[in-house]
């Protein structure tokens, strides 16, 4: 009896130690599936030059060959990384600036605030592709919306897509016009997440709303404002939607950003070797901005806890 007592509680020791990896199985099983599996082919395909078009062709290995004629490329790679600087630059600070702003404005009491907060989250509701599709008709050079208003002002139409002095500042408008509501959704919650009983301190204290901004709020806020800077500074980075509806990389290379130029080389020239090269650059540049932002927002969280 004693000894069929000790081998239940060995079994059940040994099914209490394995029930959590086999509870872990599927989550891990779904992450080298999706994540780890195509990254590591990513990686091996960069070393290769195939075409996808071509199979009888096979795979070549030409080792860093593709790393070499990318990143030497003056004429396409190093036009799109300025591309993609100034628009991640750009979208991600307007974002940031008009999400804080109107999460400031809605951070109060006042009729119809319910209704005001709703559609400004209708843009955060839309696909991407419906959002493309309809600035590209709103900046139309014939029919479109903004000239309509232009030229209601009398002004000379233009044609806003096809000049390249203007074609990236439409996808920057596209792009923060959709995603700003975000921003704004993180920062009302965060604000309103301030205990009152600091506002009331304050507020005895004298404090105006500037000094009540700078000394109050923003500091309680920093972290989730990096946060939301780092989502979106790795969302514009990598954009591909608005720039392929809206110009499709034109006029002359003038919006054509690192993410577009991947699918480029991969699914219109077929160079498959190049476009993992393009796609691992991409992974590699996230991560190093992304590993900046979150230590920053880690040693303010510390600071904090202080």
């Given amino acids: 009896m004693k000894r069929e007592i000790e081998k239940g509680t ?6 209490r130690r394995i029930t959590p990896y086999l ?28 075409a996808w078009n071509k199979p009888q062709a096979g795979m070549k290995f030409v080792k860093f060959e593709n790393y070499k004629r990318i990143f030497t490329d003056k004429r396409e790679f190093r ?9 991640t ?35 955060t ?11 590209k008709f709103m900046f139309d050079g014939m029919f479109g919306a903004v000239n309509y208003i232009v030229t209601a002002f009398g002004m000379q139409p233009h044609a806003w897509l096809s000049d390249k002095a203007t074609a990236l ?17 993180v920062m009302l919650a965060s604000l309103q997440a301030i205990p009152v009983e600091l506002y009331e301190a304050a507020k005895i204290d004298g404090a105006s709303g500037w000094r009540l901004f ?26 591909f939607d608005l720039v392929y509806l809206m110009t499709n990389g034109g006029p002359a290379g003038s919006t054509q950003t690192i993410g577009f130029l991947a699918y480029q080389r991969t699914f219109r020239h077929f160079k498959m070797g190049e476009g993992a090269v393009i796609a691992v ?18 040693e303010n969280a510390r600071g904090l806890a202080r």
């Fill in 281 to 298: 650059f991409i992974l590699i540049a996230i991560l190093l901005l992304s590993f900046y932002f979150i230590r920053s927002l880690l």
């Fill in 169 to 185: 500042g439409c996808i920057i408008v596209a792009d923060v016009w959709q995603y700003s509501p975000f921003v704004f959704l």
């Fill in 214 to 239: 700078f000394k109050l709020k923003l500091p309680m806020v920093i972290p989730q404002l990096l946060l939301v800077g780092v989502i979106r500074l790795m969302d514009t980075f990598r954009l």
């Fill in 10 to 15: 060995k079994t059940g020791t040994r099914e």
């Fill in 89 to 123: 630059a750009i979208s991600t600070s307007l974002c940031v600036l008009i999400g804080m702003g109107l999460a400031l404005f809605v951070d109060r009491e006042f009729a119809g605030k319910t209704v005001y907060v709703a559609i400004l989250l209708l843009p």
């Fill in 79 to 87: 036009p799109s990384m300025r591309n993609t600087a100034k628009l």
């Fill in 125 to 135: 509701m839309i696909a991407p592709v419906v959002s493309g599709l309809t600035w």
């Fill in 23 to 50: 509870m872990l199985a599927p989550l891990l099983l779904g992450l080298f599936l999706l994540v780890y599996y195509p990254l590591i082919s990513t990686l091996r395909l960069s070393l290769y030059r195939y």
